[in-house]
């Protein structure tokens, strides 16, 4: 059983940068595809990024503003937003799964394992 954990969510202006982390516990951090899907207010939860054994995906929206990447030393994802735009403001997970996955649109059924999400704001 693997344990996500999210931190480093807060309340940034439009145009403004944050990163947010997610370590893991409880499994091989190594063996697992990562990412990170986002809820905004009313709208279903969808994937934002992700890194697995085939490459590094994004969705279109972000690309070019947001940059993930994984330390498997440290049990430790993390995704670098840049230019943050008030459309950005979601709860932002960090998911796991074992399976390998290749594209920019992850369902979010092949997803194991989530955190409870970390709160980012984007004021205009």
């Known amino acids: 059983q693997v344990q996500l954990v999210e931190s480093g969510g807060g309340l940034v202006q439009a145009g403004g940068s944050l990163r947010v982390s997610c370590t893991a516990s409880?499994?091989?951090?190594?063996?697992?595809?990562m990412g990170w899907f986002r809820q905004a207010p009313g709208k279903e939860r969808e994937f934002v990024a992700g890194l697995s054994r085939f490459g590094i995906y994004y969705t279109d929206s972000v690309k070019g503003r947001i940059t993930i990447s994984r330390d498997n030393a440290k049990n430790t994802q993390y995704m670098q937003m840049n230019r943050l735009e008030p459309e950005d403001t979601a709860v932002y997970y960090c998911a796991a799964t074992l399976t390998s996955i290749k594209g920019d649109k992850w369902p979010r059924a092949l997803m194991e394992y989530w955190g409870k999400g970390t709160l980012v704001t984007v004021s205009s």
């Open positions: 409880g499994g091989t951090f190594s063996s697992y595809t």
